[in-house]
């Protein structure tokens, strides 16, 4: 769920403006997974401007603190989350932690670097949810270390019943800072798209593994 409509409104208007979501329903793009999609959204654009990264660094700080009280550490999902995460663990004064796919294959083979002690309180950040499936598995990894995981934040989520069901199942609670339907909302409201476009917005999210133009 997102933390707060406001907080949605203005993610997601800095998300538009800037190109991090771009919203094509005429010529849509093809996700790694294969899927066609009238969206897509690289959030790791939000480093690259000063003014929009550091709104959504203090945003995600208050609302940690506030949902799960102050955590012991910060995790954040590679490869899109570590910029962000790194930057909310330095603003609450926290260490920071990442979390890859998958372990090294040489060396100490961590999944999890950083310095983590068994039975520290984690949030997790990630910067996009699709199905959840990538992030869940760091979770799974960060449980494996020992972590207690008070919840997982991302910037963005598509909404998907595929994700939440995912999510349920996990017993993780996830929150962030902007969604699908608000940003369609918005969108509709500030000429980003017309009321055609968002019919066919809409359809996909139903079906997004199966929607063609």
Request: glycine share 6%; net charge neutral; hydrophobic share 40%.
């Amino acid at each position: 769920m997102i933390f707060n409509k406001d907080t949605a409104e203005k993610t997601a208007e800095l998300l538009l403006q800037i190109n991090a979501i771009k919203l094509n329903p005429k010529n849509p793009f093809t996700w790694a997974s294969g899927w066609q999609s009238p969206i897509y959204c690289d959030n790791r654009l939000i480093l690259s401007f000063p003014a929009i990264r550091n709104f959504v660094r203090e945003e995600f700080s208050k609302h940690i603190e506030k949902e799960y009280g102050k955590p012991d550490v910060i995790a954040g999902v590679a490869t899109g989350a570590i910029g962000i995460g790194m930057l909310v663990a330095e603003y609450m004064g926290l260490p920071f932690v990442y979390v890859r796919p998958e372990p090294k294959k040489h060396g100490r083979q961590n999944q999890v670097e950083g310095f983590l002690q068994k039975g520290q309180n984690v949030v997790v950040v990630e910067d996009l949810i699709s199905t959840g499936n990538s992030s869940l598995l760091a979770v799974e990894a960060l449980k494996e270390a020992g972590a207690n995981i008070k919840g997982m934040v991302a910037i963005f989520t598509y909404g998907f019943d595929v994700a939440k069901e995912n999510f349920k199942n996990a017993n993780i609670e996830l929150n962030t800072l902007a969604d699908y339907n608000n940003l369609l909302e918005l969108a509709v409201a500030k000429n980003y798209i017309s009321e055609i476009e968002l019919k066919t917005l809409q359809e996909w999210r139903v079906s997004p593994s199966t929607w063609k133009v």
